[in-house]
C-alpha cells in the first residue's frame, strides 16, 4: 500500500470486471485503489465466456498470452430440440479481430491469473478483506470509508468506479433508479469436472427442451457448465440435492463420469439503471444493469463499459479536458445495453417457442415469426426509429453508419497479422492518403499534437481493410482511443471541421 491514500481512480469490487477495469486504469498510468470484501483466496465461477472484442482488449493489456492456455474454443454454438434435432448452428470461427467469436473458460483459473498481474502492477493497490462502509463528495473528490475487522480507513479519490454487481452498495446508496424489462428467472448453475476428458461435445448449446431451457456449455475438455432455467413453484433446497442434480444431467452423461464441482442458484433479471453515473461515481457491468443469460453477455458488456469510459476518465486527469466528455459515459452505453437485454430476452422468447412447438407438433415457421429470430441473434440493428444516438462524436454524422467501432484487422502487418491497435495505442489518430498535416490549421494542429494525436498515413509494409479503404475514399478518418470512429471529413466538413468539433467537445 502506498504512504498516500489518494487515488485518481478506486474501483470497489475486484471481480472479473473490477480487474480488468484496474488493469485498463494502470495503462493510462492512473493510480488506482481497489476495495474489496473478500479474501484474496476467493474467487467466484459465475463467468464463463467472453468474445472476440473482449480478447482483444485483454490482448492490449499483454494478459491474453497468460490465459490463452486456461481458454476454450467451442467447435460450434447451437440452438437444439431435446431430441437432439439441430435448428440453428454456426461454427466458431476466428474474427476480423484476429480471435474466435467466442471462447469459454473457468472463471477461477482467470482470476488467479489476473489478480496476481494486477499485484504486480505499480499503479494499483489492493484491498482485499475490506467493507466500503461510506462515500461522499465534497470540493470535486470524493471521501471513503472502509471497515476490515474492526480496522476503520479513509481514502479520497477523484473517480469512483462501481464494479460491485447487481447488489451494488454504491448504486443503491446514489438511489438510482431502473427500467425493468420484465424479466426475471431462476436459474441452476452446475459445473462439473470429468473423469476422463472429451466425454462430452465441445459446445456452447442452448437446449429448447419440453420442460425447461436448458444451457450446455463446454469450459474445458475437462470442466462443463450446465445451467437449467428453474420451474415456477420449485424450491431451491430440493433442487440442489445431489441426486437432483444428477438426475438434470443424466440425460448427457452418468453420474460415475464426473463429479459436480460447484453449484448455485442465480437470479436472472432483465433491466438497467436510468443512468450510470452521477457527478464522479460511476456504475459498471452488474452494477448498473442486468442481462438474462442467453447467449452469455455480461461479462462482454461490462467490458465495454470499461473501454468506453477509462479513456475519458484518463483525458480529464492527465491532459485537463472538459469534465462534460464523461456524461457521453451514459449517453452513449445506455442505448446498448438496453439492445443486449432486448436481445437476450428475445432468444429467451425463441427457444420458449420451439419448444412449445416442438410439444404440440406446430410447424416452426408458425411458433415464431423470422424477425424474432432476427433480433434474438442480433442480425438487425433494434434501435427504435425514435432512438437518437449520442455521445462523443461528430455531430453532423451521427446518423450515418461511421459512428462504429474499427476492427483489429483494418489494419494488418506484412505478415497479415492484425495490427490497428498496435499502431494506434492508447490515442486518437488520423488516417488519411497522405500526409495532411499541412492542411490543418496551426492552432488546430498544436493542439493535436498537445492531446497525442497519431496522424497515419504511411503504410508502407501495411495492408489496409475494405472498409477503411472505403471511408479514406471519402476523406480522412478521426478515429477515438476506443477505436471508434468520431467522423469522417469530406467536401462539406474538411478535416479542419471535423478536429474543431471534436476539440470543442473536450476543452
Not at 424477425?371 to 462524436?393: C, P, S, V, W, Y
Not at 489496409?464 to 479503404?469: A, K, T, V
Request: one cysteine or more; hydrophobic letters at 35%; a neutral charge.
Amino acid at each position: 500500500m502506498t504512504d498516500s491514500n489518494q487515488y485518481d481512480i478506486i474501483i470497489v469490487g475486484f471481480g472479473l470486471i473490477g480487474q480488468i477495469c484496474a488493469k485498463v486504469c494502470s495503462q493510462f498510468n492512473l493510480k488506482t485503489l481497489v476495495i474489496e470484501t473478500r479474501k484474496s483466496t476467493d474467487y467466484s465461477s459465475l463467468e464463463i465466456s467472453y468474445d472476440d472484442e473482449s480478447m482483444r482488449l485483454l490482448d492490449n493489456l499483454e494478459l491474453y498470452c497468460k490465459i490463452k492456455h486456461l481458454t476454450n474454443r467451442p467447435e460450434f454454438t447451437d440452438i437444439v430440440l431435446s431430441n437432439g434435432r439441430v435448428i440453428q448452428r454456426n461454427p466458431v470461427l476466428i474474427t476480423n479481430n484476429g480471435f474466435p467469436s467466442i471462447s469459454t473458460f473457468y472463471q477461477p483459473d482467470l482470476e488467479k491469473v489476473i489478480r496476481e498481474d494486477c499485484m504486480h502492477d505499480e499503479n494499483i493497490d489492493i484491498c482485499y478483506g475490506n467493507e466500503l462502509l461510506n462515500f461522499d463528495s465534497s470540493d470535486h473528490e470524493i471521501y471513503l470509508t472502509t471497515r476490515s475487522g474492526k480496522k476503520h480507513r479513509q481514502f479520497k479519490t477523484a473517480f469512483l468506479l462501481a464494479c460491485d454487481g447487481a447488489n451494488s452498495f454504491i448504486k443503491n446508496k446514489l438511489n438510482i433508479n431502473t427500467v425493468d424489462q420484465r424479466y426475471s428467472k431462476n436459474w441452476l448453475l452446475v459445473d462439473i469436472i470429468l473423469k476422463q476428458a472429451n466425454k462430452l461435445e465441445n459446445v456452447f448449446r442452448q437446449i429448447c427442451h419440453e420442460k425447461r431451457p436448458i444451457s450446455l456449455i463446454s469450459l474445458s475438455n475437462m470442466r462443463y457448465r450446465f445451467e437449467f432455467q428453474l420451474l415456477t413453484g420449485e424450491q431451491h433446497q430440493s433442487v440442489i440435492n445431489k441426486s437432483n442434480l444428477e438426475n438434470l444431467i443424466s440425460n448427457w452423461i452418468d453420474p460415475n463420469n464426473y463429479e459436480i464441482e460447484n453449484y448455485s442458484i442465480k437470479n436472472f433479471k432483465g433491466l438497467f439503471s436510468k443512468t450510470f453515473q452521477k457527478d464522479n461515481i460511476f456504475l459498471i457491468g452488474e452494477a448498473a444493469y442486468q442481462i438474462p443469460p442467453y447467449a452469455s453477455q455480461a461479462l462482454n458488456t461490462g467490458i465495454r463499459d470499461i473501454i468506453n469510459l477509462i479513456w475519458k476518465i484518463n483525458l480529464i486527469i492527465n491532459y485537463n479536458c472538459n469534465k462534460n466528455l464523461l456524461l457521453t459515459y451514459s449517453s452513449e452505453r445506455i442505448l446498448q445495453v438496453k439492445e443486449t437485454i432486448k436481445s437476450s430476452i428475445a432468444l429467451g422468447q425463441l427457444i420458449d417457442s420451439l419448444s412449445l412447438a416442438f410439444q404440440k407438433n406446430i410447424p416452426f415457421e408458425e411458433a415464431i415469426a423470422p424477425e424474432a429470430r432476427d433480433q434474438a441473434f442480433g442480425r438487425k440493428n433494434n434501435r427504435g426509429d425514435n432512438d437518437t444516438i449520442q455521445g462523443f462524436l461528430f455531430s453532423s454524422q451521427v446518423k450515418n453508419n461511421f459512428t462504429k467501432r474499427l476492427s483489429n484487422r483494418e489494419i494488418t502487418d506484412k505478415d497479415d497479422n492484425p495490427f490497428l491497435d498496435k499502431l494506434i495505442g492508447n490515442n486518437f489518430a488520423i488516417f488519411s492518403k497522405k500526409n495532411i498535416e499541412n492542411k490543418i490549421e496551426i492552432k488546430i494542429y498544436e493542439k493535436l499534437v498537445n492531446l497525442d494525436f497519431k496522424f497515419i498515413h504511411d503504410y508502407t509494409d501495411l495492408n489496409i481493410g475494405s472498409e477503411l479503404s472505403d471511408y479514406l475514399e471519402i476523406g480522412e478518418v478521426l478515429v477515438r482511443p476506443d477505436k471508434k470512429i468520431f467522423g469522417i471529413s469530406n467536401k462539406e466538413f474538411d478535416i479542419n471541421k471535423l478536429a474543431s468539433d471534436l476539440l470543442s467537445q473536450i476543452q
